[in-house]
């Protein structure tokens, strides 16, 4: 299992978002540069995205939001969502995003 995971769900519909594209991106010196990618499933998941173990530093998760809205023939504000979290150790880090055409959420789930 990757080390990051993602779960979306469409807190309009109360069903997963399917097809949303996801990009792990690392920080570095110079900037983001691309880790993994990847589409959640039919249940709104992604479950390997990316290594089974990262090295320590800043991360963040890029979802294609306006994509998915406009897939399903819904206006939308954010166009995209970035989560950007710190990676320290070795374990699993579960990273869902609760959404909706106007509003999202997060947490660091398990």
Do not use: K, N
Not at 6 to 25: Q, R
Not at 82 to 100: A, C, D, K, N, R
């Amino acid at each position: 299992m990757s080390q990051i995971t993602t779960h979306v769900l469409d807190a309009a519909f109360g069903t997963p978002a399917v097809g949303v594209a996801v990009e792990l991106d690392r920080q570095g010196r110079d900037g983001w540069s691309e880790v993994a990618s990847g589409a959640t499933d039919a249940d709104g998941r992604i479950g390997a995205l990316g290594p089974d173990r990262l090295d320590a530093g800043v991360y963040r998760l890029v979802f294609a939001t306006g994509d998915y809205f406009q897939a399903t023939h819904r206006p939308a504000f954010y166009p995209e969502v970035q989560i950007s979290f710190l990676v320290t150790g070795s374990e699993h880090y579960h990273v869902p995003l609760l959404l909706s055409p106007f509003a999202y959420s997060t947490y660091r789930g398990s």
